[in-house]
């Protein structure tokens, strides 16, 4: 949740991705096309190399199933009729796919289909897959589905290739690859005390349960704020109600190695003149380790606070001071203490 790098290594260097580009694929799919009751015919063009959900030609399966043919059994076909039947033609959704991914902060990447298979102009790196990820499990959908170990969809009982879903507790799954100009590309993600981390490693076997433990073992999430909580009271100037109560709007929490310290900015008046409308912006809250900021959260108003509609205005003292019996020295009186 707070994007922070635990270890990489060329992790901007671009590389072929194989299949792990379905990712992106499923992500631009539910989207783009939220039923996924959505019908979809098998047209000729949908057959592929590679791996396969075996699909038929004037077979209609939901976008759903294909999904699960997708992110499961890694099929080429699948990807190629989701394509085709979200946006009317392959070529127009990669369009989509390049589209979603300038949105995410993908900047080294470009993609020239929607199932991975090797082509100079398609290709992405670690940290922009790390973006995808990210993005994917924001999705509850595909969070679901990427972490469904088998399924029978379809007449087809389908096994996810992910061997760490059995073999590492608390992973959740996500896409593997593989094309022999690619290598073994994995992106993977686990959950361990609240705390998910996302691996990805591209031409390289390294070993994501090894990266994983050293990930939870190093760094734990820390809670720096809790949305709604009480911060502080501020006076109130020109109203019958001495304070109003400023509380924090968001959570904030981030992984810190035991040896880092977090430093807190407070940005916030000293006080407050009325009046003030419950839920408006008093300040911000600013956590820092070193130089690099690692989160914020608006400070709100938690009440309305009206002002004093007895309380006289400087004219009006004025002008009642001159209607007095003693006028001109109780003016000359006023100016000179206010002077």
């Known amino acids: ?154 007449g087809r009982s389908l096994t996810n290739h992910n061997k760490l879903l059995w073999q590492y507790e608390g992973c959740m799954g996500m896409k593997t690859g593989y094309t022999e100009a690619a290598g073994r590309t994995l992106v993977s993600c686990a959950v361990r005390n609240g705390q998910t981390l996302i691996c990805v490693t591209l031409k390289d076997r390294k070993d994501h349960a090894a990266l994983f433990d050293y990930g939870f073992r190093s760094f734990s999430l820390h809670p720096l704020a809790r949305g709604g909580k009480s911060f502080r009271f501020l006076p109130v100037r020109e109203s019958l109600l001495p304070q109003v109560e400023v509380v924090t709007a968001d959570d904030v929490r981030y992984p810190l190695a035991a040896t880092e310290r977090v430093q807190a900015k407070i940005t916030l008046p000293k006080e407050v003149k009325a009046p003030v409308q419950k839920g408006t912006i008093a300040g911000k809250l600013t956590f820092r380790v070193g130089e690099e900021v690692v989160g914020e959260t608006y400070l709100l108003y938690a009440s309305d606070i009206p002002a004093d509609p007895g309380r006289p205005t400087l004219f009006q003292q004025v002008k009642e001071l001159l209607r007095g019996g003693e006028g001109r020295t109780s003016l000359a009186a006023f100016w000179l203490r206010t002077g």
């Open 1 to 154: 949740e707070s994007g922070r790098i635990l270890f990489e290594k060329e992790a901007h260097t671009q590389r072929l991705i194989a299949s792990t580009t379905k990712l992106l694929t499923a992500l631009v799919a539910v989207e783009s096309t939220p039923d996924l009751e959505k019908v979809i015919e098998v047209k000729p063009e949908y057959q592929a190399e590679g791996s396969s959900m075996y699909l038929k030609v004037g077979e209609q399966l939901t976008l759903k199933e294909l999904l699960y043919g997708l992110l499961l059994a890694s099929g080429n076909d699948a990807a190629l009729a989701i394509a085709g039947g979200c946006a009317g033609t392959v070529e127009t959704f990669v369009d989509w796919m390049n589209e979603w991914a300038a949105d995410l902060g993908m900047e080294n990447s470009h993609f020239a289909n929607p199932n991975g298979l090797d082509d100079e102009e398609h290709y992405s790196t670690a940290y922009d897959m790390a973006l995808l990820a990210q993005a994917v499990l924001k999705n509850e959908t595909l969070r679901e589905m990427v972490a469904t170990r088998s399924i029978v969809v379809a």
